[in-house]
């Protein structure tokens, strides 16, 4: 990507917009390049200090000075937003990405004309340390252009993946909210280690610890992972009670189910 021309901007500046301000700094990008807008002055003269980058209380400066414009607003005023600003955004200049959750290009659309170059991407919470994954999906006049510079923005904090749109519910169910699962995970495991004598902070990072080990092991295997699982299960042993356990409670069962109730929801607040 050709970062001579490129000016991203951010209109709202909250924790997701945090996280890509300072992957892509990190990742190279001169501070100067990046403009961000908010209406608490404090938070932007955090960001001023922090990162060295240009802010200002106007959205209208935003679409003034970027071609790359990152909509890190709340879902629900998103089309008051647009609408304020329709008048200034041209696809000739703007491509406009959106990380506002639940809102569909079309919606991004209709204030904006037919012809607004748009991606839509929802990026996970692990991003704000460089280890989210990203879904993204563009509409038909989006470029290929726009398409490497999106990547661009996005790999700074997170592996990514290109879905159609129909495809963003169940990833916002299974992944967007996937952080969450895991440390529902983690607080159980917690509650279980409760009589275990050992240090209570220690005993967290240890579980912890369990758990990134084994996510990598399960990414550098070659085998399945109901293969591992069985590497690890002794018939008779510890860990097939377990797992008795968890099949007796169809622990598999409730979480396809929890999925899919999930990617339910999203649709309803999706208005779809």
């Known amino acids: 990507m050709n970062n001579e021309d490129t000016v991203i901007g951010f209109i709202g500046a909250g924790n ?10 990190i990742g190279g990008l001169d501070p100067k390049k990046i403009i961000a807008s908010s209406p608490e002055e404090e938070h932007l003269e ?29 879902p629900n005023i998103i089309r008051s937003v647009l609408t304020q600003l329709s008048d200034l955004i041209s696809p000739q200049k703007h491509l406009i990405i959106s990380i506002a959750a639940g809102v569909m290009i079309q919606d991004i659309q209709e204030p904006l004309g037919p ?13 704000s340390i460089q280890r989210g994954v990203t879904a993204l999906c563009q509409n038909d006049c989006s470029t290929l252009a726009d398409k490497e510079l999106t990547e661009y923005v996005f790999k700074s904090v997170s592996s990514i993946c290109w879905l159609k749109e129909s495809s963003l519910d169940l990833y916002t169910a299974l992944i967007g909210s996937g952080p969450a699962y895991i440390f529902y995970i983690i607080e159980a495991l917690l509650e279980a280690s409760k009589d275990l004598d050992y240090d209570k902070n220690e005993l967290k990072d240890l579980i912890i610890e369990m758990i990134v080990g084994s996510a990598e092991l399960a990414k550098q295997s070659s085998d399945a992972p109901h293969i591992l699982r069985k590497k690890v299960t002794s018939p008779g042993g510890v860990t097939e009670k377990a797992l008795e356990v968890f ?26």
């Open 16 to 25: 997701m917009a945090t996280a890509l301000i300072s992957g892509l700094i």
């Open 46 to 74: 955090l960001l001023s200090k922090e990162f060295g980058i240009r802010t200002s209380e106007d959205n209208k400066e935003i679409i003034e000075i970027s071609n790359t414009v990152i909509l890190a607003v709340k």
């Open 115 to 127: 012809n607004q170059r748009i991606v839509r991407a929802m990026p996970n919470t692990p991003a």
């Open 247 to 272: 099949k007796k409670n169809k622990i598999k069962d409730s979480i396809v189910d929890a999925i899919n109730q999930a990617k339910e929801r999203s649709i309803d607040l999706g208005g779809k």
